[in-house]
């Protein structure tokens, strides 16, 4: 049951994080909840398939995001905009992806 509550929660925050327009404050505390949550279960192969799931699917959204800025002409405020949700998708699947490798380093360690 802990390790469904924590998996809900991981994705509740990734969801708040791909909001886009929280305030820094926010932002920091979600990151910091997201890592709290990340570190429960960071000992076993199965959450870290979870975590390399969750790192894929942010690759895909952050690709594709990035592809559709284009479609806004440089200097507009929509332009802006999606450059800031395009730095903020870039720096969660960096965390997201520093996630992965920590796991992976721990289940390796383990020799699981």
Known sequence: ?????????????????NGGDLPAHNRDTILKLLIAEEDTLSHDLEQLEF??????????RLNHLTGLRSAFAPGTTE????????????KLQALLDELCRRLNDRVNARGL
Not at 8 to 17: E, F, Q, R
Not at 80 to 87: K, N
């Open 51 to 60: 975590a390399e799931s969750r790192a894929a699917s942010g690759r895909q």
């Open 79 to 90: 332009r802006a905009q999606a450059d800031r949700l395009v730095v903020n998708f870039e």
């Open 1 to 17: 049951m802990q390790r469904y509550v924590a998996r809900a929660n991981i994705d509740h925050y990734i969801g708040l994080l």
